[in-house]
């Protein structure tokens, strides 16, 4: 049974309180707050369009791909999460290293845009109240910017939404690190670390599909 | 082995078949029956129509792929293949729903398991929803000419590794276990039946059913969504469609009028309440989209002592029903045990965690098993099911409320598998749960979910059986469809999938969807040439 891509996320997330019993009361007027969570978002600066070419990455060095889902507020918020996410897979070369990480988040997307709007609209709001301030610092407890967030406190993040009494926490949680699992353990540059050898090799000799364009 | 590909044959001889995403214009078409769906349902009541010689439009919102796609990719193949690019969930996020996208829609991607209905479930329609028609004696002769027309027969083949554990674990505890049938041809034993058969074995609709209707004139709209059907006074008179850009996401404006006298709707249990929503078909007593149920499944994994190279070999071909209907039919929560296959972006998804520990975790791959249960639910008053409503942009979306009842059962499902593995020898059991530590032994295992939270989002949840919400019943203030899947208030609207079945199965389901919709089909093509 598989399960591959992220959990739609709901986060019906009132502003300050942390406690359980006001979430659970949340509910509508919850919901409405994340509607004013995304438009807040974009009046305050956050990145709301799809960053196409225009990557936040300064030593991106192959700028081929287009992003037809995450802004650019996002490909910073991935490349923050992603060392406490997979860190310990990437390449210890630091060019390498940089390679891998834009090349996963260049899968999350391609992967996101597949998902179709209702789940889009899901994740949008899960990365504007991870990207936006005000919810940032009081939902996620992040205090420093994603741009200066270290491995340790993307990973003292992940830890308190995994470890949270608060199943949309644990939503959120899942999402996150179904999307960058799944882009970065299941491509093939990276099935050595699960020991995957791959296809068979008779088969995929053997087989008219793998002719032409293997 | 079978290494000639039907559909390539078929679209060079001329099957008719329209690619959405390659229209231009607006347009109607005309057939006597339209069918909105191309998996097991939709498949089978096509070819059966057009060898009647019926006139068939076939409506697929998926792509048409096969053979030149299928390369045994899991990225490539969860994009393309899968709804909603195989993130679609419950409403609440708890519950990942696996289900196809695409020409053969889940029977393109499915492990092959193909189970009769059970006898007690068939038994417990008859007394509980006045389906006497369906009796194992009735039902008989039409699961065995659907096992023949697809090849189904029990796996003749040595299990893989990963399976056997499971019939290891099931033999040192005295606990039955039993060979699975297989819809294949000449299966290659590879191991990527949920990515795409590569090797054209899997008899499922896109290499039988399919061709066996385009043969018989048959045409395939695919990459075309169905919106609406379209009522004028009592009947429908016809389906509003949107064309699909060619990357299957997104309508490309163009919009497509299928007129007909008969429409069989075979949507899936998720979209053909959806449909039937959108299109506010009549329905009294407000039983569209309710009791729908998903076999809700958890899972635990192995580390086991030596190789079981999860990723190879039929991925399904031992089961256990010892838990299934020992404690009676509506009892507590029943479950079938099986395995599932473990490529390395379906793990990274199943296994939750990040950092070092999920790296460990998945650097266990070669030596790891996994063991699922799949609840049997529906057959208690404490199992009614989820409800199918429509979003705001009018897409289907199910809320499934995970009962005590059904907690109860995930929990025994969790002990059964723990005892299981470590009888097969395993060195280690983790339980797909998010405070699931590795137990070293069955007593460990047993004390650890002895005090495990059974709570959403704790708990992972999966589903790749997705049942009811159009139930078929003789009485229609509890059902949409009588026994037939003939519609209770519109004239010309049938339903032949596995949205009807007013429970869960009890097992994989497709052989069940196949069987009955011959059996409605047949009636259908008698009713539609007098």
Known sequence: MSEIHPQSVHMDIPATTMDRRSFLRAGLGGAMFLGTVSVTAGLSGCATAPAGRDYPMPEAMDRSYEFRFLTRDDIVLFEALLPAMVGPGLSGEPVVRRQQVQATIERIDAGIHQFGPANQKELRGLFDLLNFGLTRVTVARVWSSWENASTETAHAFLERWRTSGIGLFNNGYIALTKVSNVAFYGHEDHWHLSGYPGPPAFAVDALPQFKNNA | MSLTDRIARGLEAGWKVTDGARLTQNQTHEADVVIIGTGAGGGTTAEILARAGLSVILVEEGRLYYQKDFKMNELDAYASLYQEGMSRVTSDGAIAILQGRCVGGSTT??????????????????????????????????????????????????????NDILRQGCEALGWSWEVIPRNVKGCWNLGYCGVGCPTNAKQGALTTTIPGALDNNAHLFHGLRADRLVMKQDRIDHLQASAMAADGVSPSGITVELKAKHFVVAASAIGSPGLLLRSDIPDPHDRIGKRTFLHPVNATVAEMPDTVDPYYGAPQSIYSDEFNFSRGVDGPAGFKLEVPPLHPAMSAGVVPGHGQQQLNDLSKLPRMNSVIALLRDGFHPDSAGGTVSLRDDGSPVLDYPVTDYIWQGVKDAFYKMAEIQFAAGARKVRLMHLDSPWYSSWADARAGIDNLAMKPHRVRLFTAHQMGGCGMGGNP??????????????????IHDASIFPTSIGANPQLSVYALAARNSTRLAQKLSS
Do not use: C, K, Y
């Not at chain 2, 009769?116 to 509980?128: D, F, K, Q, V, Y």
């Not at chain 2, 203030?477 to 049938?494: D, I, K, T, Y």
């Open chain 2, 477 to 494: 203030e509890e059902s949409v469809v009588n026994g037939f899947g003939e519609h209770h208030h519109v004239a010309n609207l049938s």
């Open chain 2, 109 to 162: 991607v499915n492990w092959t398991s193909s189970f009769r209905t059970p006898e007690p479930t068939l038994n417990h329609w008859a007394s509980r929803f006045g389906l006497d028609g369906l009796s194992p004696e009735a039902m008989r002769p039409w699961f065995d000419g659907r096992e023949q027309r697809h090849n189904i027969e029990p796996w003749r083949t040595n299990p893989n590794v990963n």
